[in-house]
């Protein structure tokens, strides 16, 4: 067993800690100085946004380059390399790229947290929905959980989203699709969703941005 002690107070025991202290390029001995391609004081290689290397016509994608270590992004930024090899001027969209831990509970984010939306000047103000009062949850015996949507109080717009939950991996992507098309908290409110889902949750958090959420847990 480990007992990890924490500075606020308290303690957890559990059977095995998983310790994760980063992840390092293997750039080394693969000729990239030989041909000229620029990279950082860690070895990742520097890329513009349209994926090229300080090299012209030499492109590099995915975890190499740093960033979001992420498949995801990875497959994104093959396809506009791709596009530009073939004489495309495509650059990657990262603004709303869903973050996910596979985990029990799963967690999912994307766009901007509440912080993240105040240090960029926003006035963020949030809306939360409970899996306590949410019926495929109950269902599935997994009531602990939540959505919480951030939006900017001036203008309503969708900022981001933090989710906690089962199937939250799933739901992220319909957040990340609003935030494409900046929609508004009240919009995005009021569109119609199938009952019992996950996904309900995201229309309630939605509604309880402008205080207009009914099915609330006691």
């Not at 041909?35 to 090229?52: F, K, Q, S």
């Not at 992220?172 to 569109?191: K, P, Q, T």
């Amino acid at each position: 067993q480990v007992t990890v002690s924490f500075v606020w107070g308290g303690t957890l025991t559990a059977e095995k800690m998983l310790v994760a202290v980063g992840r390092q390029p293997n750039t080394a001995g693969i000729g990239l100085e030989t041909v000229g391609v620029a990279v950082d004081e860690r070895g990742y290689i520097l890329v513009n946004e349209r994926l090229e290397t300080s090299v012209p016509g030499i492109y590099a994608i995915g975890d190499v380059t740093g960033g979001f270590l992420l498949a995801h992004v990875a497959s994104h930024e093959g396809l506009v390399a791709a596009d530009n090899i073939l004489g495309g001027n495509r650059e990657r969209d990262l603004r709303y790229v869903p973050m996910c831990v596979y985990g029990l509970p799963e967690l999912a984010r994307v766009g901007l947290t509440e912080d993240d939306a105040r240090d960029e000047g926003f006035r963020p103000v949030t809306g939360t929905f409970r899996f306590g009062a949410l019926g495929k949850a109950l269902a599935l015996g997994e009531g602990q959980g939540y959505v919480q949507l951030v939006a900017d109080h001036d203008t309503d717009r969708l900022l981001g989203a933090v989710m906690m939950g089962p199937h939250v991996t799933d739901v992220i992507h319909e957040v990340a699709v609003a935030l494409e098309a900046g929609m508004s908290a009240r919009r995005f409110a009021r569109i119609v969703h199938a009952h019992p889902t996950i996904a309900e949750a995201v229309m309630e958090a939605a509604q309880d941005v402008n205080g207009e959420s009914v099915h609330v847990a006691g």
